[in-house]
Every structure is written in C-alpha cells, then in structure tokens.
C-alpha cells in the first residue's frame, strides 16, 4: 500500500497586542513610513506579552490545530518546528515545545533556513511519512518572534516583524497528498540579513551587545531579483517536478514580505491574483510563520478547498527558497 503525506488539518495564534503604523510614523517620520506601506502593504502588527518566547506562540497554534481535528497530543509522532527566532541557541525550541504542547511521545527538530523553514519542513516531513511507516502523524509549525531580538526603537526594519505562529498537521494516508518540491540556496547573500552575533562567529560579549550585534540587522538590501526571479522559477520548477502546469495551480501561499512583489510574481506565472492570499495587511511580516498563518486564513475564508492543488512558496535570508506543492484531501 503506497503511503501519502497528506495535510488534515492547521491551525494558527496571532497575539492581542497591536503595534500600528502610526505607532512607527511617530518613531521614523510618516513619508518613511508611508514608503514602506505602500511597498510592504503592511497596516498593523501584533505583539506577543513581554513574558512569551517563540516556544509559547508555537505551542498556542498548535493547541488551535490540535481542537480543530480533536487528535490527541500523545497521538502525534514527529514535531518540525521551524524559526529564526528561537527560545535559545541550545536547546532547539521544538524540545521545549514538545514538553509545553503535551506531544510526549514525539520526536523534535528544528528547521532553520528562516522564512523558508516551513515549507522545508513540509518536505521533511512528506519525505520521512513515505519512507518510515512508523511514523503517522507529523505537526509541522512555522513560529516567529523577532521583533524582540530587534531594536525596536531606533531600527526602521522592525516595521516588519509581527508575532505569530501557524502549524499544520501532516498525515499519511492512501489520499494522494504530498506532490514535488524544490529547494534552493544562495550564501553569496549570507551577510545581508541576520544576527551576527551570540554564535561561534562571535559569541556574545558585553561589547557586542551594546554595539547592538545581538540584534537582528539590514545590512545590505537583497536584489529584487531575488523573489521577482527566484519565485517564479520554484513555482515552475515544483510545477515540473510534480509533472502539472502551472495553469493547474488552484493557490499560493507565498512569503508574506512584499504585496507588490506578490502582485508580479503572479503576472510573471499568469495566474490570477485571487489565487494568491494575503496576511501582511493586518498581521505584517511574520517570517517562518507567513505561510502556515496564511494558508490557515484560507481555508478558513474557504478561498482553499478540497481536492485544491496548493503550492507553498518560501523565501529565507542567507537566502534559502522552497516550493512544496500539496493536493488538498476531499475531506479538508
């Protein structure tokens, strides 16, 4: 019997305090601001309490998809996690979320390829349901946090980050599910984005914390050939991966960075841009989270159905990218 990765179920957590653009107008000035808004189509952000970390908005959108398919926690049997804003360096933040979300029989690890963890994740996971029958039941969450490893004060990039966790709960079936993917990197781009300090390339010293390079920092802008080319080409590569045409493609959740870049990708690929949903408005950026929050927001809002072909799109600093591409089951 042939085993597919199928996805059930998702789920997701947006925290209750909202950080809005008029918030960042009286920081920075309003046309710096309104540049960015018109760019990023980001309105509003919400923050997690002072007292979470990345581990507790991960266990809360995992609560969220655990009471939407009433599968209990001791049920699941691997948890993916992925973030570039973790509870530590070590432990992974997976473990930690392991014990606080009650999967205590699952195995953890972490994904770190930043925005495009989760649709990494997404193939691990696919990957290890069809070759290891142990296995039936995978959570794979994307968490992020980073406007607390940011300067929210003085830096204008913390405009983006907003908190926010969404999982998916990934299952083998004799449903066709999981379809192709397509991963790739570029590390000529490593030193653009990142924090840089508190790791063995610098580990944190009193100095470098109060010159601020524990913090998250812009360093060198990315070309925007990066996402305009690099997109399309995961989208038609996943697409003859899969053995489908892009016209065949029902949804895309993308990285939720850019409105206007989302807007072109899809004239480039000539799909339609209803079938592109959008999170960034309300929520803004939420890195390793864009994917799993927007695609829960879809189904929901029923713009993703059953038996829908849906291919994720992943963009990360460093950078990485990822395209998975899922058939929705007729049960979803």
């Not at 179920?9 to 309003?30: M, T, V």
């Not at 892009?246 to 000539?270: A, L």
């Not at 038996?307 to 600093?317: C, K, N």
Request: aromatic letters at 10%; one cysteine or more.
């Amino acid at each position: 019997m042939k085993r597919y990765a199928t996805i059930v179920a998702s789920g997701r957590y947006i925290p209750d305090i909202e950080c809005s653009n008029e918030i960042f107008r009286k920081r920075f000035g309003d046309e710096a601001i309104q540049k960015l808004e018109d760019s990023t189509g980001i309105l509003t952000r919400y923050y997690a309490p002072q007292n979470y970390c990345c581990s507790d908005i991960a266990t809360k959108a995992i609560q969220n998809l655990l009471g939407k398919c009433a599968l209990p926690p001791e049920k699941v049997d691997l948890l993916i996690l992925g973030t570039d804003s973790p509870d530590f360096i070590t432990p992974c933040t997976s473990v930690v979320v392991q014990k606080k979300a009650g999967l205590v029989n699952a195995g953890t690890f972490d994904v770190g390829c930043a925005c495009a963890s989760f649709p990494t994740g997404l193939a691990i996971a696919s990957g290890i349901i069809a070759t290891q029958p142990q296995i039936k039941n995978i959570i794979v969450v994307g968490s992020y946090m980073m406007h607390k490893l940011a300067d929210v004060e003085k830096d204008i990039n913390s405009f983006f980050y907003g908190d926010g966790a969404g999982a998916v709960l990934v299952t083998a079936s004799e449903e066709p599910g999981f379809v192709s993917s397509t991963i790739k990197a570029d590390g000529s781009y490593a030193m653009n984005w990142g924090i840089y300090s508190g790791g063995t390339y610098e580990p944190a010293t009193v100095e470098s914390v109060q010159a601020g390079r524990t913090q998250v920092r812009f360093v060198t802008p990315f070309p925007a050939t990066v996402n305009n080319e690099g997109w399309p080409m995961r989208i038609k590569e996943v697409a003859e991966n899969g053995g489908f045409e892009v016209k065949d493609i029902d949804h895309i959740v993308f990285t939720q960075v850019r409105s206007r870049t989302i807007d072109k990708v899809m004239e480039t690929v000539g799909l339609p841009i209803e079938k592109a949903h959008k999170v960034m408005q309300k929520w803004g950026y939420l890195g390793s989270s864009c994917l799993p929050v927007a695609f829960d927001e879809a189904l929901e809002l029923k713009k993703i159905k059953a038996g829908d072909l849906v291919v994720f799109v992943g963009s990360g600093v460093g950078y990485n990218q990822c395209s998975v591409a899922f058939r929705m089951p007729k049960s979803i």
